[in-house]
């Protein structure tokens, strides 16, 4: 299961990586397309683990870190290591997470796009683009190194107000469609305000938007479910686990959701095994084999003067006419096939 974050669970966990405001970078890490900040404040080590496409967790421990530096971690490091943390910001109402450095009086951007195939990028002080894990392409804009970072068109998402509102809300037919796209809730979020609110038909604009406002103030409970992850504990989802902190929910189901996933020495094992598995079973049908044949030599050695009388006559009959072979074989064995030159006879 690839889990993601909707732009109000990143709003949600922005409030938790405020603890790193004022803290020091001490190192980047690469594994991938996943990415660990080890940030130091007031004397407490912490690591903010960033999986592209859409994930972002504290933990304790480094999570992902290659043997070798890649080109891109040696550039970024270059820049940030021991960078004080400024500033740690959602970009206005989207999957976007924008964390302000500072090193010798130098302003870097560390810019995190959790949407799509997910993107970690450095800009300098002017957003131009230092440093990218992926150069991508659209027909609205472009990053790549060197250019100048442009946020990608959008809505305004759960920051939509009356006026913008106003604007949209004819282009919908279903209020959970609304508030799925047009408020960025995602379709659980949407659903969840839906049946809460009792939103069968489109409701009035101040309804809808008395009824986003009263979402996003509600008490984070981090949940985690079988197949999703959540800022609030869910209505319509049975079960799930609730959790002290979304950093410790998103480091659980990342870790289930590893498990799941064979390390490519673990595919060479199954792989094996596999092979292992089927030559077991090709002995198995060889001593099959071997246990029927031996019952058919016995029968044949058992019958053998009987069979023999029968083979001469077959041959002396068949260099006649096959139907002279029939009608002596009538009522001695079980079926002839002419064609095979076979005769099945009964034990």
């Known amino acids: 299961m690839t889990y993601s974050l909707t732009a109000i669970d990143i709003r949600n966990i922005v409030k938790e990586l405020q603890a790193f405001k004022g803290g020091r970078i001490n190192k980047f890490y690469q594994l991938k397309n996943s990415f660990t900040l080890r940030v130091n404040n007031k004397g407490v080590t912490k690591n903010l ?25 040696m550039g970024i ?6 960078a004080k943390i ?6 206005g109402a989207e999957r976007i997470l924008l964390i302000e450095v500072e090193k010798s009086k130098e302003i870097f951007f560390i810019l995190i796009e959790m949407f799509s195939k997910g993107n970690l990028m450095l800009l300098d002080k002017d957003n131009k683009i230092l440093s990218l894990y992926s150069t991508q392409s659209w027909s609205a804009r472009e990053v790549k190194k060197g250019l100048t970072y442009v946020a ?5 998402g759960f920051e939509t107000d009356a006026l913008r509102l106003k604007e949209v809300i004819n282009d919908f037919d ?49 949940h985690l479910y079988e197949t999703k992850i959540s800022s609030y504990k ?19 189901a990342v870790k289930d959701d590893q498990s799941k996933v064979l390390t490519p020495q673990e595919k060479a094992v199954k792989k094996q095994q596999a092979v292992i598995d089927s030559q077991v079973q090709a002995i198995k049908d060889l001593k099959k084999k071997i246990v029927n044949n031996t019952k058919k030599g016995e ?23 096959w139907k002279e072979v029939h009608k002596f074989l009538k009522g001695k064995v079980k079926s002839i096939n002419k064609k095979n030159k076979t005769i099945i006879v009964e034990a």
């Open 49 to 73: 683990n960033i999986l592209l496409p859409g994930l972002i967790f504290l933990s304790s421990e480094i999570k992902y870190a290659a043997e070798m530096a890649t080109p891109l971690t």
């Open 77 to 82: 490091r270059k820049r940030i290591t021991n």
């Open 86 to 91: 400024n500033s740690i910001k959602q970009h």
């Open 152 to 156: 990608p068109p959008g809505g305004t």
């Open 174 to 222: 279903k209020p959970a469609k609304l508030l799925a796209v047009a408020f960025g809730l995602g379709g659980t979020y949407a659903e969840e305000i839906c049946a809460t609110e009792k939103f069968t038909k489109m409701p009035t604009e101040i309804k809808l938007l008395n009824a986003v406002k009263k979402f996003l103030n509600k008490p984070v409970k981090a």
């Open 234 to 252: 869910l209505s319509l989802i049975d079960g799930g686990t609730a959790y002290d902190s979304m950093s410790e929910m998103i480091e659980v």
């Open 299 to 321: 029968l044949i050695y058992e019958h053998y003067i009987g069979i023999q009388k029968v083979l001469d006559k077959v041959t002396e009959l068949k260099k006649k006419d």
